[in-house]
C-alpha cells in the first residue's frame, strides 16, 4: 500500500468523523428547563438586590439546565485553591492582590443556590473564608 492510499484513507476516515460530530453536537443549550433556570436565577437576583446580568437568554445558553461549568468546579479543592491564589495575590506570578467585590460572590452563591443547590455549602464556606476590601461604585 502506497503512502497516497492511507493518506487518503486517514483523510476519509476523518471526513466521517468530522460529518458525526457535526451532526451530533449540541448546539443551542437554552430549552425550556434552561430558561426556567435563568428565570429563577434572575429571580434571585432582583431579590438579592443584584443587577441581572444583560440577557436572559444568554444566560440560559451559558449556563443551561445544569449549570455549565459553574456547578462543574464548585466543590471542587483543586478549583477552591486556584481561586484563592488568584484573589489573594493576583495569580500564579505576583502581579497585585484583586479586590474582591462582596456582590460578584453573591451572584455566584446565588447561581449555585438555583443549579446545583448541593454543593452550596462549600461555596459558602469559600466565600466566607475570603477577605474582602470596600470597593468604590460609580
Not at 17 to 44: D, G, H, I, P, S
Not at 85 to 92: A, I, P, Q, W
Not at 123 to 130: E, I
Amino acid at each position: 500500500m502506497s503512502n497516497r492510499t492511507i493518506y487518503w484513507i486517514v483523510g476519509a476516515i476523518f471526513g466521517v468523523l468530522l460529518v458525526v460530530m457535526l451532526a451530533t453536537w449540541r448546539y443551542n443549550r437554552a430549552n425550556a428547563e434552561a430558561n426556567r433556570k435563568a428565570q429563577q436565577l434572575f429571580a434571585a437576583y432582583r431579590k438579592a438586590g443584584l443587577r441581572t446580568p444583560a440577557n436572559r437568554k444568554q444566560v440560559a445558553r451559558v449556563l443551561g439546565k445544569d449549570g455549565g461549568a459553574v456547578c462543574k468546579f464548585a466543590g471542587s479543592k483543586i478549583q477552591k485553591a486556584y481561586l484563592k491564589t488568584r484573589l489573594g495575590v493576583g495569580g500564579e506570578f505576583y502581579y497585585r492582590p484583586v479586590r474582591v467585590d462582596r456582590e460578584v460572590l453573591q451572584g455566584l452563591v446565588l447561581i449555585v443556590q438555583v443549579y446545583c443547590p448541593g454543593k452550596l455549602d462549600d461555596v459558602r464556606d469559600l466565600v466566607k473564608s475570603l477577605h474582602y476590601a470596600d470597593v468604590i461604585r460609580r
